[in-house]
Each structure stands twice: as structure tokens, then as C-alpha cells.
């Protein structure tokens, strides 16, 4: 099994990034129809972040270790980090139209996004090479503040959608933004247990890989989501 991961990791990478640059089309298309609901819009952004990430893996593919590439790696940690509070406010639109709630979370989303800008400039990253693919992976050496944000912006958002997703399941029978919360932590679950090397070097883990299927479950259960509001 690890070995099928391991060699399937190009041409995988290449199709997630087919399958985000078409999600933010399609995104951007809903907006248009719905020019009044932010979470297209928002899911759309997203999905730039999830697009970029997907591209620079891929491209690990034929990319030597350079600094053309770290540069590229370290605005792939920025874009996520930035991104991934979109989360809050994408979940409260789900839950009420109330500007003054909106505004509070969009004042406090701002504030984690600075935090999220902070954490991805001042990672640091070390080059690693997973089978025929290389890239540049979070390093042990960071600060206790960098690693900190970094994780908090990797659970919290992802925790926060499945609680908004179970009670919007009971009060509008929607389950989708519940699954698109689940997925991603499931997905995260199996890249901590199945993605670790038998022989224990940690710099060989699957984890960045595996979990990165559970993004994907995301962007198409945000776009059911969207279809049954």
C-alpha cells in the first residue's frame, strides 16, 4: 500500500490541482448566480490556496532543490496559513445573515490571517524527497509560537465546520458542511496512523500526501452544501 502511495504521488498531485483550478471556476460561476451568498466566493478563495499547494507537490515532480523553489514552497505554507481562517466566516454565513455577528467574525478572521501570515513567513523548511518527489517540508527548528499558530489554523477551522455541520444537519437537513468538515479530519487521522515510515524516519512520512485527499472531500461537499441552501 505504501508503495502504490509512493508512486502514485505525481500524477495524483496533477490531477488535485486539475480538480481545484476547475472547483474555482465552478465556484466563481455559483457566485455569479448567487451574488447575495458569500460561500461560493469564500470556497472559491479557498480553493486558490488548495490549488497552489497542489501545484507546487506536483511540480516536485521535475523540480530540483533551489531557491526558486523554497521561495515558491514557503508562499505555499503563506497561502494556507492565510486561507484556511476563511473557514469562520464561511461557516457563520451558513448560520445567519446578522451583519453585526458577520462583522465580529470577520474582525476576529482578519486577526487569525495576520496570525496565519506570521506563522507562514517565519516557518522554516527543509528539503526532503519522498520517493521521485521533492519538496520542501516544515522543519523540526521552528519557533514554539510558529508551530503553535500552524497547528491551531490546521484543527480549529476543521473542528468549528463540523460542529456548525452537525447543527445544521438538524435544523436544515443539510449534512454536506458536517461530511466536508469530517472528511478533512478523517483524511488527517489516516495520514497520522498509515502515512508513518516502517522505519520510523519521520522524514519519510505520507501524512502531507494522504491528508490532501481529505481537501479535495472538502471543496466537493462545500459545493453540495451549496446547492441544497
Known amino acids: 500500500m505504501r508503495k502504490l502511495l509512493i508512486d502514485t504521488m505525481g500524477p495524483v498531485f496533477w490531477v488535485m490541482a486539475a480538480f481545484d483550478f476547475l472547483a474555482i471556476i465552478t465556484m466563481l460561476k455559483q457566485h455569479r448566480l448567487q451574488k447575495t451568498n458569500r460561500i461560493p466566493l469564500l470556497t472559491a478563495l479557498l480553493c486558490v490556496g488548495l490549488f497552489y499547494d497542489a501545484l507546487i507537490l506536483a511540480s516536485g515532480t521535475f523540480m530540483q532543490f533551489s531557491t526558486v523553489f523554497r521561495v515558491l514552497s514557503q508562499f505555499r505554507y503563506i497561502l494556507h496559513l492565510v486561507m484556511i481562517p ?32 506570521y506563522a507562514g513567513i517565519t516557518m522554516k523548511t527543509e528539503p526532503r524527497t519522498v520517493g521521485a518527489l521533492n519538496r520542501y ?10 508551530g503553535f499558530l500552524t497547528q491551531f489554523l490546521d484543527i480549529v477551522p476543521v473542528f468549528v465546520m463540523i460542529f456548525i455541520g452537525i447543527y445544521l444537519y438538524f435544523k436544515k437537513k443539510n449534512p454536506h458542511l458536517f461530511f466536508a468538515g469530517f472528511f478533512m479530519l478523517l483524511f488527517t487521522l489516516l495520514g497520522i496512523f498509515l502515512g508513518k515510515d516502517p522505519a520510523g524516519d519521520r522524514t519519510q512520512s505520507l501524512m502531507f500526501y494522504i491528508s490532501m485527499f481529505g481537501e479535495s472531500f472538502m471543496v466537493f461537499f462545500l459545493y453540495q452544501f451549496m446547492r441544497k441552501e
Open 86 to 117: 476563511l473557514l469562520f466566516p464561511l461557516c457563520t454565513y451558513s448560520l445567519t445573515d446578522k451583519e453585526k455577528v458577520i462583522r465580529i467574525i470577520w474582525i476576529l478572521t482578519v486577526i487569525i490571517m495576520a496570525l496565519g501570515l
Open 137 to 146: 517540508a516544515q522543519s523540526d527548528d521552528n519557533s514554539a509560537l510558529t
